[in-house]
């Protein structure tokens, strides 16, 4: 995969495409959540960033009303076209995001004031768990405001990108990813509360560590996956300690008062899901505290002991995560979990800069035996968010 997207190979690609050039270009980052899975729709503590991994695209402006939409990496569903007033949202086509940002835009009464073509390209992995869905949602965010000349404030972005997915995509994810790829700052995480919003920023010195992404290559779709059946699960175990309780939402439990709670839950599964999201919760605040204080070994084990939850309790892996984050832990990685929704997509390693080479090779010869094709690698950079780049 080329990581090496440039101004230079978009313009061309667009001249290509369009018969005529570019006149504006835009990045918006990829996310990893470092700690914090599963956690947002419960009302807890997440721990994004987002990272150089990313999608790009260069615009020209039309002096009609249409919209015209080329993907480099959809390249076979060639052009799309549709108006402003028409914003259909069609079965498995990536332009779905684009066009929900468009509706909701317009919706929260801003304007459309002319057409637009617009190339995309990015580098994410597909179906990685990296929010490349978030990544087309907040780079048309930027497209949008810088375009239509329009100060909306960038949390506003954030939460229409949601709503896209929530509303348009029909899939019921929490604020993070685009709150993670809208409001990034370089080598700086998150700490972000979704019940209300309130996030830190903190600094993440890896001093001689490096990030890796681990791609199983098994690909996953949200829409698809069990993810919409943990949050109901959730949901049923909230309901049933509201029975006895007034609390607002599972992050607003503690080990202890979870544990007085649970007969209220009365069933196993339930039980498992719930401890989950709140021990999870509390992992993600113990993490935030220890990369302040440049804790680093205990930042790793708290990043294992979120892997066993979601391995155990919320059911979430599969082999390929599994196979890959056991053995980052055998070849020595600080620590390393699965991220993302699961069923597949990326975990993450801590690693020894001098030791990359190594490790990276040693766990791919592992999950090749095991799984029998090879993982892909790649280094995290922690960038700031959304941008035009000229």
Same mark, same amino acid.
Request: hydrophobic fraction near 35%.
């Given at each position: 995969?080329?990581?090496?997207?440039?101004?230079?190979?978009?313009?061309? +690609?667009?001249?290509?495409?369009?018969?005529?050039?570019?006149?504006?270009?835009?990045?918006?980052?990829?996310?990893?959540?470092?700690?914090? +899975?599963?956690?947002?729709?419960?009302?807890?503590?997440?721990?994004?960033?987002?990272?150089?991994?990313?999608?790009?695209?260069?615009?020209?402006?039309?002096?009609?009303?249409?919209?015209?939409?080329?993907?480099?990496?959809?390249?076979?569903?060639?052009?799309?076209?549709?108006?402003?007033?028409?914003?259909?949202?069609?079965?498995?086509?990536?332009?779905?995001?684009?066009?929900?940002?468009?509706?909701?835009?317009?919706?929260?009464?801003?304007?459309?004031?002319?057409?637009?073509?617009?190339?995309?390209?990015?580098?994410?992995?597909?179906?990685?768990?990296?929010?490349?869905?978030?990544?087309?949602?907040?780079?048309?965010?930027?497209?949008?405001?810088?375009?239509?000349?329009?100060?909306?404030?960038?949390?506003?972005?954030?939460?229409?990108?949601? +709503?896209?997915?929530?509303?348009?995509?029909?899939?019921?994810?929490?604020?993070?990813?685009?709150?993670?790829?809208?409001?990034?700052?370089?080598?700086?995480?998150?700490?972000?509360?979704?019940?209300?919003?309130?996030?830190?920023?903190?600094?993440?010195?890896?001093?001689?560590?490096?990030?890796?992404?681990?791609?199983?290559?098994?690909?996953?779709?949200?829409?698809?996956?069990?993810?919409?059946?943990?949050?109901?699960?959730?949901?049923?175990?909230?309901?049933?300690?509201?029975?006895?309780?007034?609390?607002?939402?599972?992050?607003?439990?503690?080990?202890?008062?979870?544990?007085?709670?649970?007969?209220?839950?009365?069933?196993?599964?339930?039980?498992?899901?719930?401890?989950?999201?709140?021990?999870?919760?509390?992992?993600?605040?113990?993490?935030?505290?220890?990369?302040?204080?440049?804790?680093?070994?205990?930042?790793?084990?708290?990043?294992?002991?979120?892997?066993?939850?979601?391995?155990?309790?919320?059911?979430?892996?599969?082999?390929?995560?599994?196979?890959?984050?056991?053995?980052?832990?055998?070849?020595?990685?600080?620590?390393?979990?699965?991220?993302?929704?699961?069923?597949?997509?990326?975990?993450?390693?801590?690693?020894?800069?001098?030791?990359?080479?190594?490790?990276?090779?040693?766990?791919?010869?592992?999950?090749?035996?095991?799984?029998?094709?090879?993982?892909?690698?790649?280094?995290? +950079?922690?960038?700031?968010?959304?941008?035009?780049?000229?």
């Amino acid at each position: 995969m080329d990581n090496k997207i440039n101004t230079t190979s978009l313009k061309t +690609e667009f001249t290509q495409i369009f018969h005529s050039e570019p006149t504006n270009y835009y990045f918006a980052p990829g996310r990893i959540n470092l700690i914090g +899975e599963h956690t947002d729709y419960n009302g807890g503590q997440v721990f994004p960033c987002a990272i150089s991994l990313g999608t790009y695209a260069a615009v020209k402006a039309r002096d009609d009303q249409k919209i015209r939409l080329y993907s480099v990496n959809f390249a076979e569903d060639g052009i799309t076209t549709f108006n402003f007033t028409k914003l259909e949202y069609v079965a498995h086509s990536w332009t779905n995001y684009p066009k929900g940002m468009f509706k909701y835009w317009q919706e929260h009464g801003h304007a459309c004031t002319h057409g637009l073509d617009i190339l995309v390209q990015g580098n994410i992995p597909a179906g990685g768990g990296l929010s490349s869905s978030a990544s087309i949602e907040m780079l048309f965010g930027k497209i949008l405001a810088d375009q239509y000349q329009d100060q909306i404030a960038q949390i506003d972005l954030v939460k229409m990108g949601q +709503e896209v997915e929530n509303k348009f995509i029909d899939v019921q994810s929490g604020i993070m990813d685009q709150f993670a790829v809208g409001m990034g700052q370089p080598n700086q995480a998150i700490l972000l509360d979704t019940n209300t919003l309130k996030f830190e920023m903190v600094p993440v010195n890896l001093q001689d560590y490096q990030i890796i992404i681990m791609n199983t290559n098994k690909k996953r779709t949200l829409a698809d996956s069990k993810y919409n059946e943990r949050r109901q699960e959730c949901e049923e175990a909230l309901k049933r300690i509201q029975k006895i309780s007034d609390i607002s939402d599972l992050g607003a439990l503690d080990k202890d008062s979870f544990d007085t709670y649970t007969y209220a839950i009365a069933d196993e599964t339930l039980i498992k899901r719930a401890r989950h999201a709140v021990f999870e919760n509390q992992r993600t605040i113990k993490a935030g505290e220890a990369l302040k204080h440049d804790q680093l070994a205990i930042f790793g084990r708290l990043m294992n002991a979120s892997h066993v939850s979601l391995e155990y309790d919320y059911e979430v892996t599969g082999k390929e995560l599994d196979t890959l984050v056991h053995s980052a832990w055998k070849h020595g990685a600080l620590g390393a979990r699965m991220t993302g929704a699961g069923f597949g997509g990326c975990a993450l390693a801590l690693v020894e800069k001098n030791n990359l080479d190594q490790f990276i090779q040693a766990v791919n010869q592992d999950y090749q035996a095991r799984i029998g094709y090879a993982a892909d690698f790649y280094p995290a +950079e922690i960038v700031g968010g959304p941008q035009k780049i000229k």
